[in-house]
């Protein structure tokens, strides 16, 4: 006889916890299965000295009652394991939630009948359970990570998990113990066991980041907005990236003193949480270059800490980005090696060989000890969900086999294959980037609405497709360049196990951007699923929920926030004044050796330029750069960021060149001074610090047109040696007709109607198809090689494919650079749009290969 129920959970931690009170809510049966004796989850089984969360109290706590909070007080900012498991079973006890829990009880198998439109679970302890909804509820840190070191197994003293540590605790006075692993459980643990060990000695693979707890009671300032508002407080954390409201910085390390950079860096050491430094500025953990400099400070900390010098350096982290991995919060963790019964080895220096009868042997010496310490770590993420094998779908797909080359989810909660199973905080979710709590509480929320929403509506099977789980895995690989998550190897990418599949599993585009986007799949019909009914009928709305890149899609979003009137509805002075104001709260560009403004003589008179110089010597090549703005907009300074960018990337000389305006100058004009000022920088090459020789020309936007057709120009009246060109979503003609302008007509910041107001300032309809407006419509041979960049989300995009078409089909040598998930601004707004940046270095190379090309 099997349990009939409408819901099986596996867990009982936080989540299990929450989703068999939400269940019981919505009138629904449902069995909770816990290997366990009790309630607690991650926090049943972790109980080695130290254990405590790194997210403050006030934050890890359900919000789901208000009487909850009330009837419960944490102790200090952190609490640890003892302190959350009592909470935990006082919720289990409040809600009366044991009576739906069959603890000591594992799942061994799971198989999908399709007949019965139903889950079929094995256990190790009773009877087995059939139900229609499956959700695994396991955690992502609690498969235990089993120590990989030969003579692991000979050795004949005690050893111990920190992931499974001994209900009785472990008594260490007097005893030799070595601790293996530095990771958050072994530097939480390690000052302790320093504390009652007659010696300690730890071997240490990797160093990690890690900064001072700081424990004491919850911070006054988060306590006083609990207590003015909390149902405010925590709407607001369920929007925040990390579900925990926190100001966020808005200067960048360049625009800071190092006098200011060292003052934020203090405050955030000094705050004894993990955000205090994240948020120092605004590039902090996003970029290379900001990082560096925080990360640097860090290790000055320990250098300044450990009093032996080669311990310090040993504990300083070289070899990633500070918040690739998970920073750890510590209590004495670093003074820990001042103390004379303390060493440290560096397991870069002397790996271990084997473990011995008697202790351990390195590369360069024994080491005798009483007892070993195990602190490996997990197997995160999917390890808890695959230790349920066989865990079978539909067709009998094994989960192993459909996750052998990493893990694929739509919306971290559901697998295609799999009807009717959900994972909670599952990998291509925000779960260990996030305050669990918050993250947990959103994803029951959903789980049981989809669940009683099927009910109400005749529905009994849910599944994924396969599009929409491909297009969340991009949109997920997509949010890592928004982060250094990529550059560390850490159990978020599975590095940390043997022959697992290599992958930033968490999604990192923020919690509360992802609760919008699981809300905007219910309110778009269920996208991306199939449902199903009990006669076998079912209701498909296959497709994508997220096509832009995630921060295109934010600033979209905050842009919509705005309302602003349209550009075409100002007339062109109100629209200038208005972008000049626009432009004054971007970020500012990054330092460049130096900057200089000038006027060159144009076709119709003086024309300004500014001129951005690497920091390198020279002299260099040099581009020559017209910028956007549809003939109508902009300046010789209105692209500022992007050559900033170009120059510190390609290590050439940018001029960007002005050129005279629509209304007051019509076509011809912009062609003409594109056309004067390239001659003029080929002639003064040398006078402004550039290389004599062939240049380069870009152009975006209206001003990859001024560019391209500067091209053609030079080709035909000659003044010019042009080595190659870079047109940055170009304008190359002007026929309206094309997909991508009624694909994209609006919504993506340049719109159709901006467009035609565009043309209509600039160009009459009858000088339209003069190749000098429309370089498509012109001869084409003979033009030097091309980059042209074109955005998936653009009215242009398709004139700028047929230009690049056109050319190669005329003989020339182009290649394409087709921008997935951007608009027409992404790749010019530098450090706003960081997915932008390898498309960036991409068109930085490709003009410096133009260059170099022609001086061979």
């Known amino acids: 006889m099997n349990q009939d129920v409408?819901?099986?959970?596996?867990?009982?931690?936080?989540?299990?916890?929450?989703?068999?009170?939400?269940l019981r809510q919505a009138g629904l049966s449902a069995i909770a299965l816990e290997t366990g004796d009790d309630v607690g989850g991650t926090w049943y089984w972790n109980r080695y000295p130290g254990a405590r969360c790194d997210v403050p109290t006030t934050d890890y706590t359900f919000s789901f009652d208000p009487a909850l909070e009330d009837a419960w007080t944490w102790s200090e900012k952190y609490a640890t394991q003892p302190e959350i498991l009592a909470y935990l079973r006082f919720v289990a006890d409040r809600y009366d939630l044991r009576r739906s829990i069959r603890f000591a009880t594992t799942v061994t198998t799971a198989a999908w009948d399709d007949t019965a439109q139903r889950w079929q679970l094995g256990t190790n302890n009773g009877t087995p359970v059939s139900c229609r909804f499956y959700v695994m509820a396991s955690g992502c840190l609690s498969a235990p990570k089993p120590p990989e070191i030969e003579g692991a197994k000979d050795f004949a003293g005690p050893t111990y998990l920190t992931s499974r540590w001994p209900h009785e605790g472990v008594d260490f006075t007097g005893k030799r113990v070595a601790v293996i692993g530095t990771g958050s459980s072994g530097i939480q643990a390690i000052p302790l066991i320093a504390q009652q060990a007659a010696h300690l000695t730890v071997f240490q693979r990797t160093p990690n980041f890690s900064i001072p707890a700081l424990n004491g009671p919850a911070p006054a300032a988060t306590v006083a907005l609990l207590e003015r508002d909390r149902a405010a407080y925590r709407e607001k954390a369920r929007w925040t990236p990390v579900g925990m409201p926190r100001q966020r910085p808005a200067e960048y390390s360049w625009q800071l003193s190092e006098a200011e950079r060292r003052e934020r860096f203090e405050r955030g050491w000094m705050s004894g949480e993990l955000g205090g430094l994240s948020t120092a500025w605004a590039d902090a953990v996003s970029d290379v270059d900001g990082n560096a400099l925080l990360s640097e400070m860090i290790r000055g900390k320990i250098r300044d800490t450990v009093t032996d010098p080669a311990t310090a350096e040993a504990l300083c982290p070289q070899d990633h980005p500070f918040g690739s991995k998970r920073p750890c919060l510590d209590t004495g963790y670093y003074d820990t090696y001042n103390r004379p019964n303390v060493k440290l080895v560096d397991l870069r220096r002397e790996p271990i060989a084997t473990i011995t009868k008697s202790g351990i042997r390195t590369a360069k010496a024994n080491y005798d000890v009483d007892a070993i310490v195990f602190a490996t770590g997990f197997d995160a993420m999917t390890g808890a969900v695959l230790a349920v094998h066989p865990m079978t779908g539909r067709g009998g797909m094994k989960l192993a086999d459909a996750w052998a080359d990493g893990p694929k989810t739509y919306l971290g909660l559901t697998v295609a294959g799999f009807p009717n199973l959900f994972l909670v905080t599952g990998p291509g979710s925000p779960s260990v980037l996030a305050n669990m709590a918050v993250a947990i509480e959103q994803h029951v929320d959903w789980i049981v609405d989809r669940i009683t929403g099927m009910r109400d509506a005749g529905h009994t099977t849910i599944e994924a497709t396969e599009t929409a789980q491909a297009g969340w895995s991009r949109h997920v690989a997509d949010c890592t360049g928004l982060t250094l998550h990529r550059l560390a190897n850490t159990w978020y990418t599975g590095a940390n196990m043997r022959g697992k599949a290599r992958g930033v599993m968490p999604y990192t585009g923020g919690l509360g951007a992802y609760r919008?986007?699981?809300d905007e799949?219910?309110?778009?019909?269920?996208?991306?699923?199939?449902?199903?009914?009990?006669?076998?009928?079912?209701?498909?709305n296959d497709g994508e929920v997220v096509r832009l890149q995630p921060d295109v899609r934010l600033l979209l979003a905050e842009m919509a926030k705005l309302n602003l009137p349209a550009m075409e509805s100002l007339g062109a002075d109100a629209a200038r004044a208005f972008t000049i104001q626009a432009r004054a709260?971007?970020?500012?560009?990054?330092?460049?050796?130096?900057?200089?403004?000038?006027?060159?003589?144009?076709?119709?008179?003086?024309?300004?330029?500014?001129?951005?110089?690497?920091?390198?010597p020279g002299p260099h090549g040099v581009v020559v750069y017209f910028h956007?703005?549809?003939?109508?907009?902009?300046?010789?300074?209105?692209?500022?960021?992007?050559?900033?960018?170009?120059?510190?990337?390609?290590?050439?000389?940018?001029?960007?060149?002005?050129?005279?305006?629509?209304?007051?100058?019509r076509f011809p004009a912009a062609a003409e001074d594109g056309y004067a000022a390239v001659r003029w920088v080929a002639q003064h090459a040398a006078q402004i610090g550039g290389?004599?020789?062939?240049?380069?020309?870009?152009?975006?936007?209206?001003?990859?047109?001024?560019?391209?057709?500067?091209?053609?120009?030079?080709?035909?009246?000659g003044g010019a040696e042009i080595a190659g060109q870079l047109l940055l979503c170009p304008v190359t003609d002007h026929d309206f007709t094309r997909p991508s302008y009624s694909e994209n007509a609006q919504g993506?910041?340049?719109?159709?109607?901006?467009?035609?107001w565009f043309w209509d300032l600039y160009c009459s309809p009858a000088d339209r198809s003069d190749p000098r407006a429309s370089p498509l419509r012109g001869e084409l041979t003979g033009l030097p090689p091309a980059l042209v960049v074109t955005c998936e989300f653009d009215p242009l995009r398709d004139e700028g494919i047929a230009y690049a078409e056109a050319l190669a089909a005329a003989g020339v040598e182009v290649s394409q650079l087709r921008a997935r998930g951007h608009i027409h601004t992404s790749l010019a707004m530098v450090d706003v749009i960081i997915t932008g940046v390898a498309a960036r270095e991409q068109m930085a190379r490709a003009i410096r290969r133009f260059a170099e090309r022609r001086i061979r």
């Open 6 to 22: 409408d819901v099986a959970v596996v867990g009982a931690g936080f989540s299990g916890l929450y989703l068999l009170h939400r």
């Open 516 to 518: 919008g986007i699981c």
């Open 521 to 540: 799949v219910v309110r778009r019909d269920m996208l991306g699923f199939r449902l199903g009914d009990a006669s076998g009928n079912t209701t498909c």
């Open 585 to 616: 709260s971007r970020p500012a560009g990054r330092p460049v050796g130096e900057i200089t403004d000038g006027t060159l003589p144009g076709a119709g008179g003086p024309l300004r330029y500014r001129l951005y110089r690497p920091a390198t």
């Open 628 to 665: 956007a703005g549809g003939w109508v907009l902009g300046s010789h300074d209105s692209d500022d960021p992007l050559c900033r960018d170009l120059c510190r990337r390609s290590d050439m000389l940018v001029i960007s060149v002005d050129y005279r305006h629509a209304p007051e100058h």
């Open 691 to 717: 290389r004599p020789g062939p240049l380069v020309v870009a152009g975006y936007s209206a001003g990859g047109n001024v560019a391209a057709v500067t091209c053609q120009l030079v080709r035909d009246r």
């Open 748 to 756: 993506y910041h340049l719109t159709k109607a901006m467009m035609h």
